[in-house]
């Protein structure tokens, strides 16, 4: 069965540099969150899109932006890195907007040096 | 925002030993999922269960919604079975987003 898909795995930044996360939700699924893990933390929501609209607003940097595009892929940009961006950034998606799980991403990997 | 606390922090136990993992939360639930995240750090799906019992293998997890808690069993550990579990709830006053607990950190040792 088809997952969510998350790219790049992997990225190293240097401090100040700009970096962009993308996610691909999985067909169907019409809602896409973002959540940022710190070393030794629990997953933090960022942001959320329903039908290319965002839904909702968590602890997300004004450094960040993000969007869903017609296609209902939705990306990540960060920009200004600082190191304390370094993390682990998961997407998930869902079905429906108001019911049913979330199924996340393998996650991007951020290294600021 | 509603609370997630997740018990025990930490749990050491020998190749073979069963577990139960709690998850108390502080307002009423539409959603709630438990995950086992790998030492890759992969969040892996293990069960959507906001109320009632469901099992797949030596895994199975009770939610009791009325009373704001759910629990995860796993018998039988093996050392595949190490890692964090999260339980992560999703209230029903269109907060639309699963919050985390901070996660019970399971070793199993051969």
């Known amino acids: 069965a088809a997952g969510v898909i998350q790219s790049p795995r992997h990225l190293i930044k240097e401090k100040r540099e700009t970096a962009t996360l993308k996610c691909y939700p999985i067909?169907?699924?019409?809602?896409v969150y973002w959540y940022q893990q710190g070393p030794g933390q629990d997953p933090q929501f960022l942001i959320s899109?329903?039908?290319?609209?965002?839904?909702d607003k968590g602890s997300i940097p004004d450094r960040f932006s993000a969007q869903q595009f017609s296609d209902y892929h939705s990306e990540l940009n960060m920009s200004s890195l600082e190191l304390g961006d370094s993390a682990l950034y998961f997407c998930?998606?869902?079905?429906?907007?108001?019911?049913?799980?979330?199924?996340f991403g393998e996650g991007s990997r951020l290294t600021v040096l | 925002g509603i609370q997630v606390e997740q018990s025990p922090p930490d749990l050491i136990l020998q190749e073979g030993a069963n577990s139960t993992l709690r998850c108390n939360f502080s307002?009423?639930?539409?959603?709630l999922q438990w995950f086992h995240q790998n030492p890759w750090g992969q969040l892996i799906n293990l069960f959507y269960i906001p109320s009632g019992t469901k099992q797949n293998g030596r895994l199975s997890a009770t939610t009791v919604a009325t009373e704001r808690y759910s629990l995860l069993y796993i018998s039988s550990s093996q050392t595949t079975d190490s890692g964090v579990y999260f339980c992560?709830?999703?209230?029903?006053?269109?907060?639309?987003?699963?919050?985390f607990g901070t996660g019970t950190r399971l070793t199993i040792i051969p």
């Open positions: 067909p169907r699924h019409d809602t």
């Open positions: 307002d009423s639930v539409n959603n």
């Open positions: 998930a998606s869902r079905l429906n907007y108001l019911t049913g799980e979330l199924f």
């Open positions: 899109f329903y039908e290319k609209m965002q839904s």
């Open positions: 992560a709830v999703m209230t029903n006053f269109g907060n639309e987003k699963l919050t």
